[in-house]
């Protein structure tokens, strides 16, 4: 990308490309979410248009032999325990980063989710079995109980506009339960014969790639052997070896690059820059790419796969049913069909949203949804799509017709899921603002990422000091992208209810003027002038020598004397070691970082999306400052 498109764009290619843990995933998941329902559409008219060939097909058997050991398996069981295991494997991936880095990292906002992904799993279950109590397909009752993470994310991005992401976050929590519960029923319930031996086998060489963690193994090609045997020999164990996938995303920790790696990754480009060989090419890549998180590299190898490859794969494979009348006048009064539909439709969001409030009024408050009731009741309604375990499990326990009336009940449920949850967000969303914004976020306290928090005696500020929202930015005077952030802030500090903070992060390494340019900073600052030498230094980014610094100082009129004196004895070098000291605190190792109100920002910093999320940090302040809790004490 050259550098005028991305002026262009009003972002950078740093910010474009560092998101959230969970933003990034919604974003991968609602773009692929056409791709999967497209899908699903091409298996529906092939299986209707081809006359069988849609079943010949996917019943082709592949195999493969090892020395003897042979996997033989048809094409639809590749994909469903073979590709699907690296399906599984984001999720665990993006359950880790929410542990590590998100909200989850308080773990007591895992309890109420965790505590509804569970009853949201029980009452549809109990559903299904009481409308199949006298039937044959009562022992399907494992269709009836998951939420298909991926298409649930896609549609809720696309029916529910506007919706927080911590709505979002609630139902990927909710369905990562879920799915970890469904794949120890499928290993429990819906495997005929435990093989104990290939069991054992797996857990062994699953324990060993912890032992690969604590040696500080970081190299992802020397976990690949381990998984693929734990695969192995999960599927020689006899239950289906998709857990697998789930058990290692599980185990990959996510953290933020530490501002020390990345230094010596400078160090190492630099190397390189000096005397290109290809042996230094070689640390450089690799010294770069290890200041990642295990989490971080192996969720862009695998998400995009996973997201536009996998899943839609899978629902070309799995969602085919021949339709016609005779067929659907027996499903539409099938006890399976209809089971199916009314666990979805009406079980999973009575179980989501009866939970939240059973807890929230059982613990008083004090364990309540991190969003307003009306993202709960959304979470629920769109938590009845049922689609990648469900038809897992289908294709485990039934056959035949049995299967295709499963099959339609997951289809049809999921549409009516879809239609529900686009009118609870419609409803909401012709609601007066205030009423609207309580019932989308709620009024529960936010996670605070800033360390420490902003101190008026202390920190640099600008605006009113009562502001409702605070800006904070760790900058570096020499850093092109601060630069290209400071119109940004300009824009931005025209409302007269945003307080601006600068800290101070040089990047010393990268920029070797930056740190001289904080204390000519704080030089300026010691005689009243921090602002006007801030936008000086912005302004001059590629002049920051001392003799430049001396220039701008007389144009600012300072004492000339008493500033030159006080940058050359690094009279401010404690003041910005506290500020560094707090950006390894608050996690931050690159610049521009920005917080609001406490929160870490990720993302874009152009105008929009910085406006966007001050946006939602007022109106988040104005229902806290509202609530009759909070001024009570």
Known sequence: MTDTATAMEGRTTWSRKVGTPLRRFLGTEAGSAGVLLTAIVAALLWANLADGSYERFWHLEFALDFDGSRIDLTLREWVNSGLMTLFFLVVGLEARREFDLGDLRDRRRFILPAAAGVVGMIIPITIFLVANHAGTGGHAWGVAMSTDTALALGLLALVGRRVP?????????????????????IAVAYTDEIRPMPLLIAVIVYGLTFVLRWLKVRSGFVYVPFGLVVWGAMLASGIDPVVSGLALGLTAAAYTPARGDLEQASNLFRSFREQPTAELARFARLGLTQTLSPNDRLTRVYQGWSSYLIVPLFGLANAGIAIDAKFLGVAVTSSITLGVFIAYVVGKPLAIAGVSGLVTWLSKGTIRPAVGWASVAGTGTIAGIGFTVSFLIADLALKGPQLAEA???????????SVLTWGIFRAVSSMPKARKAVLLLGDADQLTDLIPEVDPERDHTRGPADASVTLVEYGDFQCPYC???????????????????????PLSDVHPQAQLA????????????????????????????????????????????RFH??????????????????????????????????????????????????????VRAKIAAASPSRRHG
């Open 483 to 505: 630069g290209r952030a400071e119109p940004v802030v300009r824009e931005l500090l025209t409302d007269v209810d945003l307080r601006y903070v600068w800290r101070h992060l």
């Open 565 to 618: 004196d006080d940058v050359m004895r690094h009279a401010a070098a404690e003041r910005i070691t506290e500020d560094l000291d707090s950006a390894d605190l608050s996690g931050v190792s690159g610049t521009p970082t920005f917080f609001v109100n406490g929160k870490r920002h990720y993302g874009a910093y152009d105008v929009h999306t910085l406006k966007e999320a001050i946006r939602v940090a007022r």
């Open 165 to 185: 992401d911590q709505a979002r976050l609630f139902l990927v929590t909710v369905a990562v339960v879920d799915d970890v519960v469904a794949l120890i029923v």
């Open 407 to 417: 099959k339609l009940g997951l289809l049809a449920g999921g549409v009516a899921a």
């Open 518 to 561: 904080a204390e000519a900073a704080e030089a300026a600052a010691a005689q009243g002038s921090f602002w006007e030498m801030h936008d000086v230094l912005l302004a001059h980014q590629d002049r920051l020598r001392i003799i430049d610094l001396m220039k701008y100082a007389e144009q600012l009129g300072l004492d000339q004397e």
